[in-house]
């Protein structure tokens, strides 16, 4: 696709688009950002207005990156990148998506994405993680305090997954459910401190390449189905 005599879809083609203020926000609904950006940028402490709650970033078919700062979008209760095939990196900021007590992020069937970072207190409230049919995947990483109320989180069949690093006091206040299966990649996998208390299955099955296991204090506290399978590799055990 060719627009103003550039090809868009050229692996070298680069157009990311920053939103530095508020006043910016009009370029995530653009149709020419929708159809021409592979980045974008959301600097510190924007789209909180009260109206704005939900963020659906799918129509954007180019993109590759997306970075949003420090405490933006609270009071957003949806969040939708699901299907974007090429999506790589997605890194999110501290005290972001916030101030809700329930909501939804949907990031599936992104076939591309090899990087997800999410900083403390993001996510707070939300009750549904779908991180699913991302084959690429190779680090995940979510800070302290975020997604306090998912039940439930699945990491199965993500052959690319090399290191899975959950902060304190996440995912800490509802039963549910963690398991990592058939990760044949995965090195490193690290449940920090009061995450997962009330969680009460723990499965790690199938990842032979496994060499290092830390659960830290008070997490997965009231697991009463513990399996740990297939691990041939592994090396070191922490458990707090």
Do not use: H
Not at 92 to 108: D, H, P, Q, R
Not at 115 to 126: E, K, L, R
Not at 187 to 212: A, C, F, G, Q
Not at 217 to 232: C, I, W
Request: aromatic fraction near 8%.
């Amino acid at each position: 696709m060719t627009i103003r005599g550039i090809d868009v879809l050229s692996p070298q083609f680069e157009r990311s688009i920053v939103v530095s203020s508020d006043s910016d926000l009009w370029l995530l609904s653009s149709f020419l950002s929708r159809i021409t950006a592979t980045g974008i940028i959301v600097n510190n402490n924007c789209g909180n207005d009260p109206s704005f709650t939900s963020l659906d970033l799918t129509p954007f078919s180019l993109l590759r990156q997306i970075t949003i700062g420090d405490s933006c979008f609270r009071n957003v209760r949806e969040v939708k990148l699901s299907g974007l095939s090429g999506l790589e990196s997605v890194v999110v900021g501290s005290s972001t998506f916030k101030n809700t007590n329930s909501g939804g992020l949907y990031m599936n069937g992104c076939i591309s994405l090899n990087s997800m970072v999410i900083g403390a207190n993001s996510f707070v409230g939300y009750d549904v993680l779908k991180c699913f049919a991302n084959p690429l995947l190779e680090e995940l990483r979510i800070g302290d305090y975020c997604f306090r109320n998912v039940t439930e989180l699945r990491l199965n069949e993500l052959s690319n997954l090399k290191s899975v690093v959950i902060g304190s006091n996440s995912f800490s206040n509802k039963n549910g459910a963690f398991s990592v299966m058939s990760c044949s990649s995965l090195k490193l996998l690290r449940i920090s401190s009061s995450s997962m208390v009330d969680y009460s299955v723990l499965n790690v099955e199938n990842t032979p390449s496994l060499e290092v296991l830390s659960i830290g204090s008070n997490a997965f506290k009231n697991v009463d189905m513990l399996r740990l399978n297939g691990l041939s590799k592994l090396k070191k055990v922490e458990i707090s």
